[in-house]
């Protein structure tokens, strides 16, 4: 039985879809992009970026649901998002052991170089640098322009299986599928970006996302898919999650279903 996919315009209507939402986190991510790249961030800009790292940092290995109350929490005891601030309070950020010890390796990391210079670093994959994790840091790049870094959460791999996408890749490539039912955690996260970034390369070459100066291509921009797939698959809808391709998918409601291995098997 042969089966084709249509998976670039499956792609094309999906980001079509939410191309408000889409545009607007694009727009709020390049100026991100702009005044870290161009080290033009005010005091500000460089205490939300602190707030974000920690917003990083407490979503790991969980939901988003309830962060935001937790961090009006921490807000209104420490008051400004400052280094010293941070660190004088950290017992009131409710983390496990783990999590804190990287929070107070990046924040030794701050006090002798920039929050922007770390960033870049981050995002040119420097090693020697404290970091908070591969997903974490890729969503934290992405959240702020760095669309070449894709953020794989449960509901990116739950699409990826769904749609065929992954059952499409490892008939081209050697790749052992068991390392994406494996204990290796970093070893399954990349074999899934890889999995992402063959896909982007094959079907999203030619698509482009505008912006007011210009286009992104999607093949070169992966991070920007995570966008509208979060979205789509997310259960969160205080967050603008529509939880169509969630836990139990709502297949008849879903707009990428003619483009779904699991829709098409039905």
Not at 45 to 67: F, N, P, T, Y
Request: one cysteine or more.
């Amino acid at each position: 039985m042969m089966i084709n996919i249509d998976y670039k315009n499956g792609i094309k209507i999906l980001l079509d879809e939410y191309k408000e939402v889409l545009n607007e986190e694009i727009k709020e991510g390049l100026i991100w992009r702009y005044k870290i790249e161009n080290r033009k961030l005010s005091y500000e800009d460089q205490q939300e970026l602190l707030k974000d790292i920690i917003v990083q940092l407490l979503i790991q290995g969980r939901s988003a649901k309830g962060v935001e109350s937790q961090i009006n929490n921490i807000n209104g005891v420490i008051g400004k998002w400052s280094i010293e601030n941070v660190e004088k309070n950290l017992d009131t950020l409710r983390m496990s052991d783990r999590k804190i010890q990287k929070l107070r390796e990046i924040l030794q990391h701050l006090k002798s170089n920039s929050i922007g210079d770390w960033i870049i670093e981050l995002h040119e994959d420097n090693n020697h640098i404290p970091r908070m994790g591969p997903k974490s840091d890729d969503d934290f790049l992405k959240s702020h322009g760095f669309y070449e870094h894709i953020p794989v959460d449960r509901h990116y791999q739950r699409f990826l299986f769904r749609t065929g996408i992954i059952h499409w890749y490892l008939k081209r490539n050697n790749d052992d599928v068991l390392i994406l039912f494996g204990g290796d955690y970093e070893k399954k996260y990349k074999l899934f970006q890889k999995i992402v970034v063959t896909f982007c390369k094959k079907f999203c070459n030619d698509i482009y996302i505008h912006i007011p100066n210009g286009t992104l291509r999607l093949a070169e921009n992966p991070g920007i898919l995570d966008i509208v797939i979060w979205r789509h698959c997310g259960e969160d809808e205080n967050l603008g999650c529509r939880n169509i391709c969630g836990n139990r998918p709502i297949c008849n409601e879903c707009v990428f279903k003619e483009a779904c291995l699991w829709y098409i098997l039905r």
